[in-house]
């Protein structure tokens, strides 16, 4: 019987291409795969636990793996942050988000108006954030016109020079958007995505907030909600689920800020049953730049971190290591990959088992649901 689950997800480290990924344009995508081809990162404690004896992981075996090791597939028909969330903790979204390429015109006027400010704005076609505020960042600081774009994600994009907007003026950009941004226009996620810098030179700062739509039905974080049991979500947990089902937050910005505060919860916290973790810095830093060089630095940085999370376990606790997509940075796209993901699944004296391949993300609510002993989950089959 498991008593906690600590869940962290390494955000974008996809593991190949799934079957459908020509339909995304996704062809030869293999997140983890290529940035070790790149640039072999060290990362001895991933591979210790089964990393490269994962199905087509092209990255090294090792003889006895300390894990459980597989790989998972995703039935929700999107290669977003929030789908691959929600499908982790049990909910398949069906239709998925709306993909926009360019919002209507009249939206984004209306939008504008609501927010009290006038009806200009720069952008509205797809771009990587840091192209955008390239083209775009020096007409925005003479105009005040916010920046605004979209990706092959189902994703409204807001961006603003931190001394033209006020962060609380972007958030409530954001805001307004997340309310209009339902019914035929279901988007996932509205991301404020401020910067700082002079024309040439600008960066983007940590003050990045998502604002997604709360769950459209009922996953793992409200059933253990409902059975007394609560979750901690690190990183931008909070914001994939609006809360629902997240006791508390610790709103970390990097993954150096979101490893160390797993580690000391799982040494000193012993109210949740859940740890969930997003570590954002692979996606948000280095996949999404086409940073393989960072996307590896990132990956050893937490490899190196690993033996502390190992030895924070208790003997009825659980760990999973996963990701919610790929955005692998070696492709000439910047967007999100349409990729399996790793798992890797540890706890004292349990046997290990090579977990194949999995159908559906939701495994992960399959395996907490019955081992923390309340029954089958709806979807999806236990690790165990």
């Given amino acids: 019987m498991l008593n906690r689950v600590c869940i962290i997800v390494l955000d974008s480290a996809g593991i190949g291409e799934l079957p459908d990924a020509a339909e995304y344009g996704d062809v030869g995508a293999h997140t983890l795969g290529n940035v070790f081809a790149a640039c072999t990162p060290e990362i001895p404690n991933l591979l210790a636990m089964g990393l490269g004896n994962i199905e087509n992981s092209r990255l090294p075996q090792v003889e006895n793996p300390t894990a459980m090791f597989g790989r998972m597939g995703q039935k929700t028909r999107a290669k977003d942050t929030t789908s691959g969330h929600w499908e982790m903790m049990g909910l398949i979204v069906d239709p998925p988000f709306r993909v926009v390429e360019k919002f209507p015109e009249e939206m984004l006027s209306e939008w504008l108006r609501r927010a009290g400010r006038d009806t200009k704005w720069l952008g509205n076609f797809p771009a990587s954030g840091t192209q955008i505020i390239d083209e775009l960042g020096e007409e925005h600081m003479k105009t005040g016109a916010p920046i605004v774009y979209t990706s092959a994600d189902s994703v409204f994009q807001i961006a603003a020079h931190e001394e033209i907007i006020s962060i609380d003026k972007l958030y409530k950009l954001c805001e307004t958007a997340r309310e209009m941004l339902v019914g035929e226009l279901f988007i996932g996620r509205v ?51 609006c809360r629902r089902g997240v006791a508390e937050a610790n709103h970390t910005k990097n993954n150096a800020a979101g490893i160390a505060a797993t580690i000391e919860s799982l040494e000193n916290n012993h109210a949740h049953t859940i740890i969930f973790t997003n570590l954002v810095d692979f996606d948000m830093k280095f996949g999404h730049r086409n940073d393989v060089k960072g996307y590896a630095k990132s990956l050893e940085e937490f490899d190196k971190e690993l033996p502390k999370i190992l030895a924070a376990l208790r003997p009825d606790d659980l760990l999973i290591i996963t990701a919610d ?22 706890q004292r004296n349990v046997p290990l088992a090579h977990l194949g391949t999995r159908e559906t993300f939701a495994d992960i609510a399959a395996t907490i649901y019955e081992g923390l002993g309340l029954g089958r989950w709806s979807i999806g089959e236990s690790l165990f």
């Fill in 191 to 241: 991301i404020a995505r401020p910067f700082v810098g002079k024309p040439g030179a600008f960066s983007r700062t940590e003050n990045r907030r998502d604002y997604a739509v709360p769950p459209t039905g009922k996953t793992l974080l409200d059933a253990l909600e409902e059975h007394g049991k609560t979750t901690l979500g690190i990183g931008k947990i909070e914001d994939i689920f």
């Fill in 325 to 346: 997509h790929g955005c692998d940075p070696t492709t000439p796209g910047t967007d999100h990959t349409r990729e399996y993901v790793p798992v890797l699944a540890y």
